[in-house]
């Protein structure tokens, strides 16, 4: 898709301690990165095969000026431009209708990567607004259970919302936080911790990101997400699988995070993502710090590998 640069580029500042960093990671990327996280994404929709098909939901598009081109990597998400440059592929029939999810292309990989199946017992821990509780209740066939959990009632709104709307009856909405699932004695099939992060794989989303970035924050939100993933762990069903993702670019959050799972809890296994898209090297060791090799096997991908948001995800298996 042709990269778009937000006006005034020039203006947009970066914190020193920000650039530094990221130089840090990236080296001569660093550039191309800057280029892309100052650039417009394309707006990009999940069919949602509950209530229609896929190619019903682009017949109907089509005729209405839009212009879909295939995600790769997921056989229901499409790019979605207009003929007359319009954006607001939120603003038809078939949207309020619950016949598609606007949602980013890179945001459909972890549920493709949980796998879910008919007739499981899934938790989406950290869900709203419900981009990927929809995702794996729609894989699911509304048959099985999914518990879509979030901690503040302001943020269940729109879960709720969603979920009705895309015609899924096989979603419970909870509301706690995420760790309190330990007390609760249930065991998962699998389990989604998407975790609260940063949020620097969004720039090009949101400049806010660029304003609130902080080594103190990354911090306080990597000491959250290890107990979520944690606590994920701890309630998986033995021989179960739970994906963690985030859409941050920090190792902190990221890598380390995976790699503490992994070195406390000798029946986590990493398990290869097998899925056909450009990615980047992982982060083996940062600030000093070095990881769990096996770490190697999770997916990071920067704004430019596929002109999408920053992103990562890692598959974990609970040992038998």
């Not at 920000?18 to 069919?47: C, P, Q, V």
């Not at 607004?129 to 302001?154: H, R, W």
């Not at 398990?271 to 090799?293: A, M, Q, R, V």
Request: charged share 25%; net charge positive.
């Amino acid at each position: 898709m042709e990269l778009k640069p937000f006006p005034d580029t020039n203006k947009v500042k970066f914190k020193p301690e920000f650039e530094k960093r990221y130089k840090k990671l990236l080296g001569d990327r660093y550039d191309e990165y800057i280029k892309y996280s100052l650039s417009y994404l394309t707006r990009s929709i999940r069919i949602n095969t509950i209530k229609s098909t896929i190619p019903k939901v682009k017949k109907a598009l089509k005729k209405r000026g839009w212009i879909l081109t295939q995600v790769p990597f997921c056989k229901e998400g499409f790019w979605v431009e207009h003929e007359t440059g319009r954006l607001d592929i939120g603003n038809t029939l078939e949207h309020s209708l619950g016949y598609y999810y606007v949602q980013e292309a890179a945001s459909m990989i972890p549920p493709i990567v949980l796998d879910p199946k008919p007739g499981e017992l899934i938790l989406d821990m950290c869900a709203a607004p419900g981009s990927k509780t929809t995702q794996i209740a729609q894989y699911m066939e509304n048959k099985g259970l999914v518990i879509a959990n979030d901690f503040t009632g302001i943020r269940l709104k729109p879960l709720g919302i969603n979920v009705q709307r895309m015609g899924l009856t096989n979603v419970i909405i909870t509301m706690m936080f995420g760790q309190w699932f330990a007390k609760k004695n249930i065991m998962f099939d699998k389990i989604l911790v998407d975790a609260p992060c940063s949020g620097t794989g969004t720039i090009r989303k949101s400049l806010k990101t660029l304003r609130i970035w902080n080594p103190t924050m990354i911090e306080r939100l990597a000491a959250t997400q290890r107990k979520l993933i944690e606590t994920g762990f701890t309630i998986l069903k033995p021989g179960g699988t739970m994906v963690y993702s985030t859409c941050s670019t920090e190792p902190i959050e990221n890598e380390a995070t995976v790699s503490y799972l992994l070195n406390n809890y000798k029946k986590a296994k990493l398990l290869d993502i097998k899925l056909n898209i450009p990615k980047s090297k992982t982060i083996s060791e940062f600030d000093g710090e070095k990881y769990n090799s096996e770490v190697k096997k999770t997916l990071r991908l920067w704004p430019q590998d596929n002109n999408t948001e920053g992103f990562y995800v890692a598959k974990i298996e609970k040992q038998l």
